[in-house]
């Protein structure tokens, strides 16, 4: 299967900074089968990025996504309190899908 | 607007089998495929399976001789059962909508999810 490994693990930065999130993937496939996802306790996932950089209905501007290879990246160009949350990627391109492990982004 | 509501029993035995039932309310199943996604506490999003509106499935391979996925389009329900339960299935769980999109490329995307159903095993 495809091990997707996100990095950093936790990142914490302040209102109004450049958020960069980091998912590699163990093998290629298509990168139109990459997704991410905004993770916030006590509700469910929701789609943010899908086919690696085309926002989903109703997402802010700020986030963005990119591809190069099997590296993704997912940018939040001004981080607002309400993107408290963890981030997953997610590719759907070879079964099974799979999840990255996340990454927790902290507003101080 | 179509919106997925989750129920199912919470807290098990190890050896029992888990149950949980997702309806799909103002829509159809057809024409998608319907997954189920689960969240250990404190670890990551896994993928258990998926089914299409004709009943054809996928599951992982590190819970396929246990997980049985189905679907009721009379009723508008897809079904999750996991058989022989042990405390590392204490997760919660989620039923997801996975649509195709076409433009700018064929992407599949989880765009509905169910409000998700904790489930405890434990003796």
């Known amino acids: 299967e495809i091990v997707l490994t996100q990095s950093p693990g936790t990142l914490s930065l302040s209102p109004g900074e450049r958020a960069t999130l980091s998912c590699r993937a163990s093998q290629s496939f298509r990168t139109s089968y990459l997704a991410w996802y905004q993770h916030k306790p006590g509700q469910a996932p929701r789609l943010l990025i899908y086919g690696a950089s085309s926002r989903a209905t109703g997402i802010p501007d700020r986030f963005s996504g990119s591809a190069s290879g099997t590296d993704f990246t997912l940018t939040i160009s001004r981080l607002e309190p309400e993107d408290c949350a963890v981030y997953y990627c997610q590719q759907s391109g070879r079964s099974p899908t799979t999840f990255g492990q996340g990454t927790k982004v902290e507003i101080k | 607007q179509v919106q997925l509501q989750q129920w199912g029993a919470g807290l098990l035995k190890p050896s029992e089998t888990l149950s949980l039932t997702c309806a799909v309310y103002g829509g159809s199943l057809s024409h998608f495929y319907w997954t189920w996604i689960r969240q250990p506490p404190g670890k990551g999003l896994e993928w258990i399976g998926e089914i299409s509106h004709s009943g054809s499935t996928s599951y992982n391979p590190s819970l396929k001789s246990r997980v049985t996925i189905s679907v009721d389009t009379s009723r508008e329900h897809l079904s999750l059962n996991v058989s022989s339960v042990t405390a590392a299935d204490t997760a919660v769980y989620y039923c997801?909508?996975?649509?195709?999109?076409?433009?700018?490329?064929?992407?599949?995307?989880?765009?509905?999810w169910g409000q998700g159903t904790t489930v405890a095993v434990s003796s």
């Open positions: 997801a909508r996975q649509t195709t999109v076409t433009t700018p490329h064929t992407s599949y995307i989880l765009d509905l």
